[in-house]
């Protein structure tokens, strides 16, 4: 029996195709397209004969992710969602709120497989791969649930979006697709451990989307002590992959910097960041734009690692900016629901096992 597939994988011109090989009209694609992608599943689209919904249904399957748990910030009313798919596997998406809108970051895998050592996602390794209708249906699922326009999305969840290189490269085109969710390419965020073929490989494509870079180490041997990745892709070939993607795309690149306690947060540190970004990236006739984020590591307790206090923080930053570096510091949202991607669905996984 040949497998159904997805209806909300399918881009625009493959459901038309889809549509005219079943006799149906090709003026049914745009209909139901714009319809899916705004949460409503074949049964309720009632302006669509039940013919063309039963021949829909005969070779094409639609899941859309379903709440499992919710968790809403009394603080700044960051939502967070544990999706559950349609094979019982599980992920999460964070809602935020800000003054320009409403962003949602989201999973791109079950699990992952990088290891880096301060992550909860990837503690139990990857399981599976999300499909672009599980990538697509986070967002359209948490628009749904919440009542609210989503305008920017970050990929920074669950799993190596590099990783699952293929599909999340379709669920850009699904999700900036002017006749479906229609989110801007400029307002969505990719944030990779630093795979260095797949950064290549992206820059090829030209898409005009923020890359950040999880860096979270000047020199190799600390790189590589919390970050396996570094080992086969080292911080030299990594700087280059970000040099040739900029000088590809033009795109800034922003590059994540997680402060640990004693670990990576000396003033020491933050000049060798600062010295490696500025001769890797930074030529007297290229003075690439650069930015870092810092991001004060979140505490899981497999991990044994604690956050920086503010004062090493805002020391950490300040030594960044005097050698030219332009560096803010995360704000913690949802700081009363854990909102850090991993911890609920590694806590419903331990409750699962008893």
Same mark, same amino acid.
């Given at each position: 029996m040949q497998e159904k597939q997805e209806l909300l994988s399918?881009?625009?011109?493959?459901?038309?195709?889809?549509?005219?090989?079943?006799? *149906?009209?090709?003026?049914?694609?745009?209909?139901? #397209?714009?319809q899916l992608h705004r949460g409503l599943s074949p049964e309720e689209m009632t302006n669509v004969g039940k013919v063309?919904?039963?021949?829909?249904?005969?070779?094409?399957?639609?899941?859309?992710?379903?709440?499992?748990?919710?968790?809403?910030?009394?603080?700044?009313?960051? +939502?967070?969602?544990? #999706?559950?798919?349609?094979?019982?596997?599980?992920?999460?998406? +964070?809602?935020?709120?800000?003054?320009?809108?409403?962003?949602?970051?989201?999973?791109?895998?079950?699990?992952c497989a990088m290891g880096c050592k301060f992550c909860a996602s990837t503690i139990g390794g990857r399981v599976r791969n999300l499909t672009p209708a599980e990538l697509l249906g986070q967002v359209i699922a948490a628009a749904?649930?919440?009542?609210?326009?989503?305008?920017?999305?970050?990929?920074?969840g669950i799993g190596e979006p590099l990783d699952n290189f293929d599909n999340v490269v379709k669920f850009l085109t699904l999700v900036n697709h002017p006749e479906g969710v229609n989110i801007g390419y400029r307002h969505i965020s990719l944030s990779t451990c630093g795979l260095v073929d797949k950064i290549d490989e992206l820059a090829k494509l030209q898409l005009p989307i923020?890359?950040?870079?999880?860096?979270?180490?000047?020199?190799? *041997?600390?790189?590589?002590?919390?970050?396996?990745?570094?080992?086969?892709?080292? +911080?030299?070939?990594?700087?280059?992959?970000?040099?040739?993607?900029?000088?590809?795309?033009?795109?800034?690149?922003? #590059?994540e910097?997680?402060?640990?306690?004693?670990?990576?947060?000396?003033?020491?540190?933050?000049?060798r960041l600062a010295l490696l970004l500025n001769r890797s990236l930074r030529t007297r006739t290229d003075t690439m734009p650069i930015h870092v984020n810092l991001i004060p590591v979140n505490e899981v307790e497999e991990t044994g690692f604690r956050r920086a206090d503010k004062r090493s923080i805002s020391r950490f930053a300040a030594v960044l900016e005097e050698n030219g570096i332009r560096a803010t510091v995360r704000r913690r949202l949802g700081a009363d629901i854990n909102a850090s991607c991993g911890q609920l669905r590694r806590a419903e996984m331990q409750g699962e096992n008893g």
């Open positions: 399918l881009t625009r011109e493959e459901l038309e195709a889809l549509l005219v090989s079943l006799g *149906e009209p090709r003026f049914r694609a745009k209909q139901i #397209f714009t063309t919904r039963e021949r829909l249904a005969e070779v094409t399957s639609y899941h859309l992710p379903q709440v499992r748990r919710k968790l809403v910030s009394a603080i700044d009313g960051t +939502v967070k969602y544990l #999706f559950e798919l349609s094979d019982g596997q599980s992920v999460e998406s +964070v809602l935020m709120r800000y003054e320009h809108g409403v962003t949602i970051c989201i999973s791109s895998q079950v699990g749904r649930d919440s009542g609210e326009r989503i305008g920017g999305i970050v990929m920074m923020t890359l950040s870079i999880s860096l979270h180490a000047a020199d190799d *041997e600390t790189r590589t002590a919390i970050m396996p990745i570094n080992k086969r892709w080292n +911080v030299a070939a990594l700087m280059e992959a970000c040099r040739r993607y900029y000088q590809a795309t033009g795109r800034r690149i922003s #590059f910097y997680t402060l640990i306690a004693g670990k990576n947060d000396a003033p020491e540190a933050a000049k």
